[in-house]
């Protein structure tokens, strides 16, 4: 018995969105695992801190900042040869950046739709297309963050849950061209999970989390840092092409009414 095949230490991963949320929790549990892990964000004074912090702590993954907007192709190209040069490879890519706002659909502008696809179905495209060929080198794994809004769709959301249906789609159709590569695609469509953005919306806290009772509608970043390691790691081996939707609460329709 060995519980070694859960670490993925030893291994470059690039975390995209890494400033704050999922992929903040991402990255530092990566480094606590000794990955070495470069982050991004379209803002370099927004990520830096965070990598500063990886590796200014007693973590034995390093850390490297990259200003990369994951909508923009040569931006992208940059931060995967900049991860190359510095660490030699890419092991892993976790396609995390992300963003929405809420709209009816009838009120969802041109722009407003592109933006949104852009950011969260198209940053992904460009992300993985272009760490493909270094995924491929030596075998390597894709974890994409979707949402459940993807799954079941979500009102006021529509072009959200669109994009991130798309991510769903992308997943299981990748990861049957490159199973032959040796390059494992998954994702994760969550449900609540409480980030910054999502604690100001809902009023709510991380520290409320209270895992002593049953009403679990809302996780942690690290709960879901938690999935994305297993993913990553030799563990999920026989996991391909699947979306893995922790959502606190089984997904069961029943009317409560009767
Ligand atoms: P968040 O706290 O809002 O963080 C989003 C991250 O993405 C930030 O680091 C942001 O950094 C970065 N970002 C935004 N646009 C970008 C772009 N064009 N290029 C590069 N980076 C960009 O989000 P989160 O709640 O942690 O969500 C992370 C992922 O999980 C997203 O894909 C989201 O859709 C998904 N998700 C979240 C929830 C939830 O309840 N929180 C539920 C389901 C799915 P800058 O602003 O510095 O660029």
Known sequence: MTVEQFHVDGETAVVT?????????IAE???DDGVDVVVCSR??????????????????????????????RDAVEALIAATV???????????????SFMANFDDITPNGWGTVVDINLTGTYHCTQVA???LKDGGGTVVNLASVAGEQGAPYMSHYGAAKAGV??????????????????NCISPGYVATPGVEAQMGV???????ETVERR???SEEIADIAQFLASPAASYLVGQSIAPAGVPDIKEDPEI
């Open 29 to 31: 549990r990566f480094a």
């Open 43 to 72: 803002d370099i004074d927004n990520v830096e801190p965070i990598a500063d912090g990886i590796a200014e702590s007693d973590r034995p993954g390093d850390a490297l900042a990259v200003e990369c907007d994951v909508t923009e």
């Open 168 to 185: 769903i789609n992308l997943t299981r159709t990748l990861a049957f061209e490159w199973a032959s590569e040796n390059v494992r695609v």
């Open 218 to 220: 809302l996780g942690t």
């Open 205 to 211: 806290s991380a520290d409320e989390v209270d895992r």
């Open 132 to 134: 493909g060929e270094h």
């Open 85 to 99: 040069e510095e660490f030699g490879g890419i092991d892993v890519l976790v396609n995390n950046a992300g963003a």
């Open 17 to 25: 969105g890494a400033s704050s949320g999922i992929g903040k929790s």
